[in-house]
């Protein structure tokens, strides 16, 4: 098996919580909307600050790989809401959704045969393709393992399996 293919397979199962990872979906199955906004002593987040940020940084690092004038947001300051909660359910659903359809967004990248993953973004002096799905991997990775710990303290249980 080439390299390609043998790492294509290794991203996409990472970031679709396969494997030692506990995918985006599962840390939220069944979490109730009404607890979105409680704070946990000792927990810097709440459930809603970390799936709005979860999706607004893949959202940014997809469009730095797709877009040449790409600006950053703000750090920290435009990676993370202003709001403990959101602003209703509607947001909180489209939110998940974006996220969802970014993923599969990025999952079509990997699996697009002509894109060579260890190739440097045009527009960047030494970024790979390769390196920045590593990294939303890993930053989604960290964030959903707070989501379920947060889960666990406010006594909602989840299936990591």
């Known amino acids: 098996m080439d390299n390609q293919k043998f790492f294509k397979q290794h991203l996409i199962s990472s970031l679709s919580g396969k494997g030692a990872h506990i995918s985006f979906q599962q840390a939220l199955e069944g979490f109730p909307l009404e607890q ?3 704070r946990v002593e000792n927990i810097d987040h709440t459930m809603w600050q970390l799936v709005y940020h979860i999706y607004i940084t893949q959202k940014e690092m997809l469009e730095y790989m797709q877009t040449k004038n790409y600006t950053e947001l703000e750090y ?19 939110t998940i ?4 359809a970014n993923q ?3 999952i079509s990248m990997i699996k697009d045969q002509k894109k060579d993953i260890f190739q440097v973004i045009p527009w960047s ?3 790979t393709y390769f390196r920045e799905f590593l990294i939303i991997i890993d930053h989604n990775s960290y964030h959903i393992g707070q989501m379920v ?4 303290l406010l006594k909602i249980p989840v299936k990591d399996w």
């Open 104 to 106: 599969a967004t990025l």
């Open 125 to 127: 002096k030494d970024h």
């Open 36 to 38: 979105a906004g409680i």
């Open 149 to 152: 710990d947060l889960r666990m």
């Open 76 to 94: 920290p300051k435009g990676y993370w809401p202003e709001t403990d909660t959101p602003q209703n359910k509607a947001e909180w659903e489209r």
């Open 97 to 100: 959704k974006e996220f969802e």
